[in-house]
Structures are given as structure tokens and as C-alpha cells.
């Protein structure tokens, strides 16, 4: 059974057909991309993957359930997590807040306990306390726990963002442009811990990048979209000799 | 981080000590009639203001929705906990504190009623759908028998006597407090991560799996809980209630209090309530051109101080005692060590 699956996935906004017919599979612990020129749709899958969108028609189904009509936060409960393409972190929080907001669902205490202090409150604040900062670590991150997330220079933003949707212990991770704005030396790091995040989490990565050597470099299998239209899939190799694909990137 | 849970618990040790301290000096001087009824009358009075203003502080500053409906509230509670009271047949000293809990909970009722439709919209949308149910609940409240009309309720009974003048201060004093201290730790528990988050990136917010909706109609409903509350103790305290009381000045109001304290800051809430409480009560030759003081204020805090007096930042004593003594031991361990 695949991990996610999408079955003839369409959506119109009045009448411009964002998407046609859309048909994607993703196997567990896969490292997948999406690639396609500007405004071919790419961001739109996300949104539709992640419920902000409704299709207009076709099939979504995470390990067999359909996710169609959920709304975005059980989506994410039931195993989506992802990164925006214009980086939306809470940037008045600290960023070990920021990490423990997506810990919120994982957590018991109610809210009872929490005003009134009760020890299930202390216990637990611990726990995710410690828990947060052990994320950090994966990206190095962990002296700046204590500041706000609006001062960390760009790059560590856009890795924020990455180990905010990892702490929703997601099965499938959907990263937008994750490599926007970051220099090659940046985009390298990147690759890295990319690979490395699918083999410690064991999930699979769904990636939207428009920089090629980082896609060619980690993906498994790519998926090119234009004007909404799924136009070629199969591994990098193949989607670099696909005519079709260089006619929707360079124009015939 | 025991370090840290051990110097909260120290922290909070403190607080509760000051605020304690606090009402001892107060209810002494009350007591032995230092502080005249007038007085009294005032701080009581502040310290309801301070409830609405901490709570309104949540859905405006902590949730970041703007509402110009929370006099609304306070009329439902005021009216709730005055009927009970007057109607009930019980002691005054038993119903009074039950007349509160059923006020807080007739506002939360209204809370969810008008929550769950008006939450839909933001920004100033919402603002003005909140501002329309405050004057549909004072309409209603004038044309209402229960409610006696535009003539409001009168000779509701005060715990407070000219032989015993503290009882009606000690309720709003615990209340106030109760109310800050609750608003602290929500604030800074789970679910107050989950409403800050909502204010910071709503989107974002629900994709990291926060149910935006249920968070959102909660810490609304929480604020018009508190809200009632102070509506009752108000009712108990002036004596006299009419829908005029609770009209869309009122609301607009509390808002100033929250906004010049800073959205998002108790103890700005807290210090903006007392002073906007005491002030104009100094004033009185003055009331007429209260509002248009109110409205210069308001215009030159937004000038120089967008985000009000404070804020988001808390004034914590603790926290300054701490530095005090940081400061204190190594200055006398410079001293040692230069005289050695």
C-alpha cells in the first residue's frame, strides 16, 4: 500500500483549472520532488494535501483513509506536516515555543492543570522543555533556544520551520522551496540533513525546490507539473532527457 | 530544568506574599477607616476594572481579535448575579458568591452564542459584530420586565456596611487576583503556546495541528466567564444597575485599558486599570471632557508607543529583586576582594 496516494486530484478556482487529473504516489521513506515552472501548481498540491484547499474532484488517501474534506489540523494530526514557501514561523515566540506549539498535540495536560498548576502541568512542560531542545540539536540549534524566532538569521528560519513540522511527528514531510535564499555551501548542509531527517524519522519527504542539483542530487523519483498538468515522472535521470520537460522549462 | 521549576516556585512564593501584603495594608487601613468610604468604593472598583481588563487583554492581546462587545458580558453578568440575589431569599453572605458563579456562567453562555458565528470573521469585522451584540444585549436588557426596563435594578444589597466597609473590596481584591494569576498561567501553559500561536500565524498555526476553532471560541468564552464575574461583583458594589451602564463607552473603555497597558501584558492591564479607574474618579470637575481626555491619550499613546505602555513585556518584582541581589553580592564580593 502506498503512504499517500492522489487519484485524478482536481481543483478549479472559478474557472481557471489550477489542476487536471493530478496522480501521485508515495511509498514509505521515499524522498520525492515536485518540480515544474512558476505557477504550474506545485504550491497548490500542497494546499490541497494539507486541507486548506478542498478539491474539486478526485481521491487523497494517507495509508488508505481518505484526507479529503478534513480539515487542516487533522490532517496534521493524521500524519502531514509541511513548510511554507514564505516562511511562516511564530516569530513573536521563542523558538523552543515554536517547537512545543507543534508538540501541543502530543500532550495531555488539560487546561485545568494548567492554570491551577497541578503537577500533570510540571511533569509535562518538562518533558517537552527537554524534548524541544533535543530537536534542536539535530540542526545545531540548540543555544538559540531561548530567543525569539524573528532573530534567527534566514537560514536558520527556514530550518526552524523544517523541525517545527518534524515535531508533529509527522509520516510524510512537505517541504516547500526549502532551499529559497540559501547559498550553494547552505543548499549542501541541506541535502545532508534532508537525508538525514528520512533515515532518523524513517518518513517519507515530499519536496517542492527549484534548485536543480538539490533535486537531482537527493530525490528518488520527481514528478513535473505545467499549467497543472502532471507532464513526466520517473527517476532524475530520466526526467533530465525528458523532451517534454526541457519544451515546459525552456519553451519549444 | 529543576534549576528553573525551583526558582518559578520561588517566584510565585513572592508574588503571593506581595499581593497578600498588599491586602492586608489595604483592608487595615480600610478597617480602621483611613481609607474613606469613597476610597474604598474606588479600589473596588479598580479591582473590577482590572478583571475586565486582564480578561479582555486575552482575546485582544494574547489572541490578537479585536472585541468591542465585553460591556456586553459584564451586563449579562451584572444582571444574572443582581436577580439571583434579589430574588433567591438566601443570605446575602451565601447567595452573593454563588450569584457570582452563575453570573460568570450566563456570560460564558452568551460567550459561546455569539462566539461561535462572530469568530468566523476577523479584524475589524469582528470588532464590529461584537460591538453589535454589546448593543443588542443592552437593547434587549431595556426593554425586558425581568430586567425592569430602561430602570434598571435597583437596591441591590452590598455585603459592605458603614459598621463592616471591607467585605464587598475583599471579593473584587481575591477576584482581581484569582483572575490575574489564572490569565498568567493559562497564558504560559500548552494551551496558551496553542493562542499565541493562533495571534502569530493562524495558518500555520492549524497546519502544525492546533485546532484554531476550538482554541479561539474557548479564550473567548474564558473572557466573558471573567467578564460576568466582575459584571456581578459591579452590580453588588454600586447598588443601583441600569442597561445605560453597560453601553458601548464602557467597552470601549476596557479597551483603552488593554491598549495603553499593552496588548498582551497583564501587569500593563493591571497598572492601565488602576490608573484609569483613579484618575478621572480625581477629576470629577473635569468628567465632562473625560472622553476627550480618553481619546488624546489613546492618540498619543499610538504615536509614540504603538504597542502600548508595556507592551508585551511583564514587570515581574521577583525578577527585579533577583537582579537587586545579583548586583548586591557581587558588588560586596568586588569589595572583599579588593580589600584583599
Not at chain 1, 30 to 59: Q, R
Not at chain 2, 94 to 99: D, E, K, Q
Not at chain 2, 145 to 172: R, V
Not at chain 2, 254 to 282: C, D, F, N
Request: charged content about 20%; aromatic content about 10%; proline content about 3%.
Amino acid at each position: 500500500m502506498h503512504l499517500l496516494l492522489t487519484k485524478d486530484l482536481s481543483i478549479e478556482f472559478g474557472g481557471l483549472q489550477a489542476l487536471k487529473d493530478l496522480h501521485i504516489e508515495i511509498n514509505n521513506r521515499e524522498i520525492v520532488g515536485l518540480i515544474g515552472p512558476n505557477g504550474a501548481g506545485k504550491t497548490t498540491v500542497f494546499n490541497l494535501l494539507t486541507g486548506v484547499y478542498l478539491p474539486t474532484s478526485g481521491a487523497m488517501r494517507l495509508e488508505g483513509n481518505s484526507i479529503i474534506g478534513k480539515k487542516p489540523f487533522e490532517i496534521n494530526r493524521s500524519g502531514i506536516a509541511r513548510t511554507f514557501q514564505n516562511i511562516r514561523l511564530f516569530k513573536n515566540m521563542t523558538v523552543a515555543d515554536n517547537i512545543k506549539v507543534s508538540m501541543h498535540q502530543n500532550m495531555k495536560y488539560n487546561t485545568f492543570s494548567a492554570m491551577f498548576r497541578l503537577p500533570s502541568y510540571w511533569k509535562e512542560e518538562k518533558k517537552v522543555d527537554i524534548k524541544a531542545r533535543e530537536f534542536l540539536e539535530i540542526f545545531g540549534m540548540e543555544d538559540k533556544a531561548d530567543q525569539l524566532a524573528c532573530n534567527l538569521p534566514y537560514g536558520q528560519q527556514r530550518k526552524l520551520e523544517i523541525l517545527r513540522a518534524l515535531a508533529t511527528k509527522p509520516k510524510i514531510l512537505l517541504l516547500d522551496e526549502p532551499a529559497a535564499g540559501m547559498n550553494p555551501t547552505e543548499t549542501q548542509e541541506l541535502m545532508e540533513v534532508i537525508r538525514r531527517i528520512r533515515d532518523q524519522f524513517n518518513i517519507a519527504i515530499l519536496l517542492i525546490e527549484h534548485d536543480m542539483s538539490l533535486v537531482m542530487n537527493i530525490c528518488e523519483r520527481l514528478y513535473v507539473l505545467d499549467y497543472g498538468h502532471l507532464i513526466a515522472q520517473g527517476t532524475p535521470e530520466e526526467i533530465r532527457t525528458n523532451p517534454q520537460v526541457i519544451s515546459a522549462y525552456l519553451g519549444s | 530544568m529543576g534549576y528553573l521549576k525551583k526558582k518559578t516556585g520561588v517566584y510565585y512564593l513572592i508574588n503571593a506574599v506581595l499581593v497578600f501584603l498588599l491586602f492586608f495594608v489595604l483592608l487595615n487601613l480600610i478597617n480602621n477607616r483611613i481609607i474613606n468610604r469613597t476610597s474604598t468604593q474606588i479600589l473596588t472598583l479598580i479591582c473590577i476594572n482590572i478583571i475586565l481588563a486582564v480578561s479582555l487583554n486575552l482575546v485582544t492581546g494574547v489572541l490578537g481579535q479585536l472585541v468591542l462587545g465585553h460591556a456586553g458580558f459584564m451586563l449579562v453578568g451584572a444582571y444574572t448575579s443582581a436577580l439571583f440575589t434579589m430574588n433567591i431569599g438566601l443570605d446575602l453572605k451565601i447567595a452573593f458568591p454563588i450569584s457570582l458563579v452563575l453570573a460568570g456562567l450566563m456570560a460564558a453562555v452568551f460567550g459561546v452564542i455569539i462566539g461561535i458565528p462572530a469568530l468566523r470573521l476577523k479584524g475589524d469585522y469582528l470588532a464590529i459584530i461584537t460591538l453589535g451584540f454589546g448593543e443588542i444585549i443592552r437593547v434587549i436588557a431595556n426593554n425586558l420586565k425581568i430586567t425592569n426596563g430602561a430602570m434598571g435594578l435597583s437596591g441591590i444589597k452590598s455585603l459592605s456596611t458603614t459598621k463592616n466597609p471591607s467585605p464587598m473590596f475583599i471579593y473584587a481584591y481575591a477576584l482581581a487576583a484569582l483572575t490575574v494569576f489564572l490569565m498568567f498561567t493559562f497564558g504560559r501553559s500548552r494551551h496558551g503556546r496553542a493562542v499565541i500561536a493562533i495571534r502569530e500565524d493562524e495558518i500555520a498555526a492549524e497546519s502544525m495541528g492546533i485546532n484554531t476553532t476550538y482554541y479561539k471560541l474557548f479564550t473567548f468564552v474564558l473572557a466573558a466567564f471573567f467578564a460576568g464575574v466582575a459584571g456581578g461583583v459591579f452590580a453588588h458594589q454600586i447598588g443601583v444597575i441600569d442597561p445605560s451602564k453597560f453601553d458601548f463607552n464602557r467597552s470601549v473603555e476596557i479597551l483603552i485599558m488593554v491598549v495603553l497597558g499593552g496588548m498582551g501584558s497583564i501587569t500593563g492591564s493591571v497598572i492601565s486599570a488602576t490608573v484609569l479607574t483613579w484618575l478621572p474618579e480625581q477629576l470629577r470637575e473635569f468628567s465632562k471632557y473625560r472622553l476627550l481626555v480618553y481619546s488624546i491619550i489613546l492618540i498619543l499613546v499610538m504615536l509614540f508607543k504603538p504597542s502600548g505602555l508595556l507592551g508585551r513585556y511583564e514587570i515581574s518584582i521577583p525578577k527585579f529583586l533577583d537582579k537587586l541581589f545579583a548586583r548586591i553580592t557581587k558588588k560586596t564580593a568586588k569589595t572583599k576582594t579588593g580589600g584583599a
